[in-house]
T-cell receptor
Framework: DAGITQSPRHKVTETGTPVTLRCHQT?????MYWYRQDPGHGLRLIHY???????DKGEVSDGYSVSRSKTEDFLLTLESATSSQTSVYFC????????????FGPGTRLTVT | AQSVAQPEDQVNVAEGNPLTVKCTYS??????LFWYVQYPNRGLQFLLK??????LVKGSYGFEAEFNKSQTSFHLKKPSALVSDSALYFC????????????FGAGTILRVKS
């Protein structure tokens, strides 16, 4: 998985609670991404980062925030979890500025009850 | 906006037969196209990409893809399917917005039967 780890791998939480997911990379890639995967939708971008403290919204960012205080860590926070945020969350890194393929972590399965 | 479509939810093929998983794209400008595979409870694995050059792109695990500009297609192929190829396959295209994000199709389940 290209030196990308995600934690936790599984989480069950209650509606209204905050949740933070962590992505860690070991290869100092500049670009990092958070996607969610839902049946019939493929993967959709939540937020991305282009450097330390440099982040921006993706197409489905409502209800989510991110932070990147170190190159290797990219955190995704669900401010107040809702059942519609039950999903599998994937972190990805971009391998380079001329090739654009991305490499993905193993995912976090989040269930909001 | 860039988009890709995978017209088949599922493809069934017998082991040893050739397989094709279809993808069509809609982009402004030159397309940067990708195929990924996902095994159960795993992340996505990069298979191959088309950036420019030869229309037949070779990738991992014996897969290849054919870029066809006139038909706006980028179909994934393999000459002889293995049972272990059974997985979920995604086609994707680079979008210039959002930090060069990837835009994914909905995915195609490939089932290879022995």
């Amino acid at each position: 998985d290209a030196g990308i780890t995600q934690s936790p791998r599984h989480k069950v939480t209650e509606t209204g609670t905050p949740v933070t997911l962590r992505c860690h990379q070991t290869e100092n890639h500049r670009y990092m991404y958070w996607y969610r995967q839902d049946p019939g939708h493929g993967l959709r971008l939540i937020h991305y980062s282009y450097g330390v403290k440099d982040t921006d919204k993706g197409e489905v960012s409502d209800g989510y925030s991110v932070s990147r205080s170190k190159t290797e860590d990219f955190l995704l926070t669900l401010e107040s979890a809702t059942s519609s945020q039950t999903s599998v969350y994937f972190c990805a890194i971009s391998a380079g500025t001329s090739t654009y393929e991305q490499y993905f972590g193993p995912g976090t399965r989040l269930t909001v009850t | 906006a860039q988009s890709v479509a995978q017209p088949e939810d599922q493809v069934n093929v017998a082991e040893g037969n050739p397989l094709t998983v279809k993808c069509t794209y809609s982009v402004s400008g030159n397309p940067y196209l990708f195929w990924y595979v996902q095994y159960p409870n795993r992340g996505l694995q990069f298979l191959l990409k088309y950036i420019t050059g030869d229309n037949l792109v070779k990738g991992s695990y014996g897969f290849e893809a054919e870029f066809n500009k006139s038909q706006t297609s980028f179909h994934l192929k393999k000459p002889s399917a293995l049972v272990s190829d059974s997985a979920l396959y995604f086609c994707a295209v680079r979008d210039l917005e959002y930090g060069n994000k990837l835009v994914f199709g909905a995915g195609t389940i490939l089932r290879v039967k022995s």
